[in-house]
T-cell receptor
Framework: KQEVTQIPAALSVPEGENLVLNCSFTDSAIYNLQWFRQDPGKGLTSLLLIQSSQREQTSGRLNASLDKSSGRSTLYIAASQPGDSATYLCAGRGGSNYKLTFGKGTLLTVNP | GAVVSQHPSRVICKSGTSVKIECRSLDFQATTMFWYRQFPKKSLMLMATSNEGSKATYEQGVEKDKFLINHASLTLSTLTVTSAHPEDSSFYIC????????????FGPGTRLTVL
């Protein structure tokens, strides 16, 4: 059974700082890994999708990496802004029923 | 892009009533949709996989008679919470795979259900 863990659970940084969010998964047989953003009381916004054959994906100030052998993914946010404040969720897709398994998320606060 | 909508966004009902939540894919067809439930400060838990034209596949521990799922068309799936009780109060979110072929999943805005 896939288990996804995100560290830290919460992170507070000053505006402009570069930061890394961590995600680890127990079953390396994943098809892809997806990073999402969730604002309070809202749905999920897809940020980046990394296929199992890829090592990283970039979109603007965001860069996500995937290391299947170690069961880890990281989300790097450059030059953080107050508007980046949200909960960031990672989810691995795989298993016999090809479903997404989510971590509990990292609550990010970027202080102006 | 792949846009998924949900209706209603928020519903308050009395205990014992049934509530229907709609999930629509607005600009693409979705043969498969997913229903999740999220408790405060918890991760999303998959409840069931909704398949167009066939029965939904429920995750272990999810009561199929309690949470009725209907996927009658390629753009609409509905979740009906029957005889709702306060413990059913939660945030329900649906999702669907996009059509780009990379299995990226897109989520609706969620429905906040409060059962009094």
């Amino acid at each position: 059974k896939q288990e996804v863990t995100q560290i830290p659970a919460a992170l507070s940084v000053p505006e402009g700082e570069n930061l890394v969010l961590n995600c680890s998964f127990t079953d390396s047989a994943i098809y892809n890994l997806q990073w999402f953003r969730q604002d309070p009381g809202k749905g999920l916004t897809s940020l980046l999708l990394i296929q199992s054959s890829q090592r990283e994906q970039t979109s603007g100030r965001l860069n996500a990496s995937l290391d299947k052998s170690s069961g880890r993914s990281t989300l790097y946010i450059a030059a953080s802004q107050p508007g980046d404040s949200a909960t960031y969720l990672c989810a691995g897709r795989g298993g016999s029923n090809y479903k997404l398994t989510f971590g509990k998320g990292t609550l990010l606060t970027v202080n102006p | 892009g792949a846009v998924v909508s949900q209706h209603p966004s928020r519903v308050i009902c009395k205990s014992g009533t049934s509530v229907k939540i709609e999930c629509r894919s607005l600009d693409f067809q979705a043969t498969t949709m997913f229903w999740y439930r999220q408790f405060p400060k918890k991760s999303l838990m998959l409840m069931a996989t909704s398949n167009e034209g066939s029965k939904a596949t429920y995750e272990q521990g999810v009561e199929k008679d309690k949470f009725l799922i209907n996927h009658a068309s390629l753009t609409l799936s509905t979740l009906t919470v029957t005889s709702a009780h306060p413990e059913d109060s939660s945030f329900y979110i649906c999702s669907a795979d996009g059509t780009s072929g990379n299995d990226e999943q897109f989520f609706g805005p969620g429905t906040r259900l409060t059962v009094l």
